[in-house]
């Protein structure tokens, strides 16, 4: 899913005038972004958060591209502040759906040694960054890295900034990240802030966030808003140790996954002992035992959102009637009261974290 395409092909017309910047007067290319800005704000496509920031509708009128606590707000407390890069030597950022950059801007607040890349399908949300008064001054840095990125050839992804720290990919993360992988890139930090799983799936199945597991170094940390059930279901799948974060303008909890969290991630932040906050026992419950915790697939990279859902229901119902033939099939209501055989509830007991649980949950339903 995309922002709104009628946002975005008003923004492209400026993009078309910017490009031809040549023509103007600095003052005229300033008035520019100002009537652009307006022109969205007018349309209520452009909306303001709560923290003064700006944010844009999407395809789904029903969805933002960031909630209304803030968008600059989400980037700090989301994502920047439990990734605990302030204390990394060196945080290797993947940013994946970057959009405006505020997750980036953010992360550079608190660390300026990171070393960024930006992923993000529409050159058009990167424009508009730069129409944006972002109160930050780090917005400098990621503005200019995205002027340079618009003004080079089409579809060259290289950077070409003096800024060598930051790169900007555009595209379809899920073909980004393969030629990533064929780089041997490696991050330590992965903020994942797509669109909602509800709505957009394709950046949420197993096979996808394999290739991030791939791609990151032991010890590595990701980070999304969401605390959907499949979600993290395919995280565990894809090979995360999953915990919880605290909610920020929702009600339910950021989801924190790690690769390996047992090995050190740097010399002043070991995880041996770190306690990883377990996410609800009825989520652990669901996602274990529940047709709800079957994840989302893309094999093959290909399928739209609304082909993913319906191979979920498919293997959903499989997996009832699979689970109806063992004599081992319990309703997700069932599952959610705790009305189960008491050996699962056990489990819950153990001093495990959620993934453990989960995986030992399943085991006996084999
Ligand atoms: C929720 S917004 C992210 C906001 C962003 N982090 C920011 O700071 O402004 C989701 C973003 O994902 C991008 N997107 C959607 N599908 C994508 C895909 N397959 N690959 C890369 N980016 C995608 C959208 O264009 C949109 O900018």
Redesign the pocket.
């Known amino acids: 899913?995309?922002?709104n395409e009628i946002a975005l092909n008003l923004i492209n017309e400026y993009i078309v005038k910017f490009k031809n910047k040549q023509d103007f007067e600095n003052n005229s290319l300033e008035n520019l972004k100002e009537e652009l800005i307006n022109k969205l704000i007018n349309n209520n496509m452009l909306i303001k958060t709560e923290d003064g920031t700006y944010t844009m509708i999407s395809e789904d009128s029903q969805e933002m591209?960031?909630s209304k606590i803030g968008?600059l707000r989400e980037?700090v407390e989301k994502f920047v502040i439990p990734s605990n890069l302030e204390n990394e030597e060196l945080p290797k950022i993947l940013d994946?759906?970057?959009?405006?950059?505020?997750?980036s801007i953010a992360s550079l607040r608190y660390n300026k040694n990171c070393k960024i890349d930006m992923?993000?399908?529409?050159k058009e949300?990167l424009f508009l960054s730069l129409c944006l008064d972002i109160p930050f001054k780090e917005h400098e840095i990621i503005k200019e890295v995205i002027e340079n990125h618009l003004m080079s050839d089409e579809n060259n992804n290289n950077n070409n900034t003096k800024n060598k720290n930051i790169n900007i990919y555009e595209?379809?993360?899920?073909q980004i990240l393969i030629d990533l992988k064929k780089s041997n890139k490696k991050y330590n930090i992965v903020f994942h802030?797509?669109?909602s799983p509800q709505r957009?799936s394709?950046?949420y199945t197993v096979d996808f966030l394999k290739n991030i597991y791939e791609l990151m170094e032991d010890g590595g940390i990701l980070l999304s808003y969401s605390s959907s059930i499949p979600f993290r279901s395919g995280l565990i799948e894809a090979g995360f140790i999953i915990s919880e974060g605290e909610a920020i303008g929702r009600k339910r909890g950021i989801t924190i996954a790690y690769k390996n969290p047992k090995k050190i991630r740097s010399s002043n932040d070991s995880l041996e002992n770190k306690k990883l906050k377990r996410i609800s026992e009825i989520d652990e419950r669901v996602i274990a035992l529940s047709t709800v915790g079957a994840p989302y697939r893309d094999p093959n990279f290909n399928l739209c959102h609304e082909e993913i859902i319906k191979n979920r229901e498919i293997e959903r119902n499989n997996l009832k009637e699979n689970l109806l033939k063992k004599g081992i099939y319990y309703s997700t209501r069932q599952i959610k009261l705790g009305k189960i055989p008491e050996i699962y509830l056990e489990i819950q007991k153990e001093n495990l974290n959620s993934t453990e649980i989960i995986k030992k949950m399943r085991n006996m339903l084999q």
């Open positions: 899913m995309l922002p591209m960031h968008a980037g994946l759906c970057s959009g405006m950059g505020y997750n992923v993000e399908y529409s949300t595209g379809d993360a899920r802030d797509g669109f957009d394709v950046l």
